[in-house]
């Protein structure tokens, strides 16, 4: 399974262009977005980059490929316009080739508690992973309180926290992160 995994794109469709342009070259099984796609939230300024008129319709064409859950931003009207589902708190991908579950998620309703995110976390078996975005941080590692679980953050393609827009790559059993410039 080769999952191409971006969270917190915030509108920015120069930065969601690129990340499609790694798509097209890396072919991924699906791509799978994190929530906060369009909205740039309350909290964070606009990114430069702001159309999310221009997102819609980027990802629109890509509506069957795409596997997404619902970010702190998103909203009825995301759904009205988006050709995908993107309203629900999590979605789990089961890797067979591996027995591992993925547990999607955006960080706000599901999370390890790192950073920004909230501490509540699904029950998975040991060596399943929890991936969210929320944070705009990237983060690799076992979960403090459930060392025996993983969680992985592909960072924010759109308003990065830690300096450096990316996206995850999941494949082989896996994870990645891919700077998108």
């Not at 690129?18 to 994190?34: A, G, N, Q, S, T």
């Not at 459930?146 to 759109?158: A, D, Q």
């Not at 300096?163 to 891919?178: I, M, N, P, Q, W």
Request: net charge negative.
């Amino acid at each position: 399974m080769r999952l191409v995994i971006a969270s917190d794109i915030h509108g920015a469709a120069d930065a969601c262009e690129k990340l499609l342009r790694h798509v097209d070259d890396i072919k991924p099984d699906r791509l799978v977005l994190l929530g906060d796609i369009l909205y740039h939230g309350p909290r964070n300024d606009l990114p430069d980059d702001y159309a999310p008129k221009r997102v819609i319709e980027m990802l629109n064409e890509r509506a069957a490929s795409i596997m997404c859950v619902r970010g702190n931003c998103e909203a009825e009207v995301d759904q009205m316009v988006l050709s995908f589902a993107c309203m629900a708190d999590y979605n789990e991908l089961l890797d067979t080739a591996t027995g591992h579950t993925l547990f999607l998620t955006h960080g706000h309703v599901w999370g390890p508690g790192i950073h920004n995110s909230v501490e509540r976390i699904p029950a998975l078996a040991t060596g399943d992973t929890l991936v969210y975005g929320h944070t705009h941080i990237k983060v690799h590692d076992k979960i403090p309180t459930h060392p025996h679980l993983m969680c992985f953050n592909p960072g924010s393609v759109g308003i990065p926290k830690d300096g450096t827009k990316s996206f995850g790559l999941y494949e082989d059993g896996r994870f990645a992160h891919v700077p998108l410039d």
